[in-house]
């Protein structure tokens, strides 16, 4: 994949440093693999051109890392079942018990999931409607006596 627009952009230290830190674990640890001096890279974090390709890579790595995660979602089901079908019962016990597990916490993601869709399109409505430059409401919640 091409790197963003915004990381063309950027001048050949800082896009070393840019590379450097989608590999490294830390900004430390980006600093000694690079040779840039951590101060300089804590002054690039601070540039919004900087910040912004560093974000949009870091964001274009994660999906690509959650596609590969989804396509093997269901090869990895299909062997713990298989797992829970073992001889070997203690095999049979661990797969059977991931499997519980994993079900209700895959349904409960779904749920948080509809769940926000839902209050993204409720909170969206209105303000569409509210004349521009105009404030949201504010709602004070009465505080619980002790």
């Known amino acids: 994949m091409a790197p963003p627009e915004c990381a063309n952009r950027l001048t050949g230290r800082r896009q070393q440093a840019l590379e ?6 830390s900004v430390a640890a980006a600093s000694q693999a690079s040779g840039i001096s ?3 890279l804590w002054r690039y974090l601070e540039e919004p051109a900087f910040k912004a ?9 994660l999906q690509r890392a959650e596609s590969l995660l989804a396509s093997a979602s ?14 070997n019962e203690w095999v049979a016990l661990t797969a059977t018990r991931a499997l ?13 999931l509809d769940r926000l869709a839902a209050l993204e399109a409720g909170s969206s ?3 569409a409607a509210r004349p521009p430059g105009r404030p949201v409401p504010f709602r004070a919640v009465p505080r619980r006596q002790a």
């Open 20 to 25: 450097t830190l989608l590999r490294a674990p």
């Open 100 to 112: 519980l597990e994993l079900a209700p916490r895959y349904a409960e993601v779904g749920d948080v």
């Open 74 to 87: 269901g090869t990895a089901v299909a062997r713990l079942l298989k797992l829970a079908d073992s001889a």
């Open 125 to 127: 409505a209105p303000q």
């Open 38 to 40: 951590l101060r300089a």
């Open 53 to 61: 390709a560093l974000r949009t890579r870091r964001s274009a790595s």
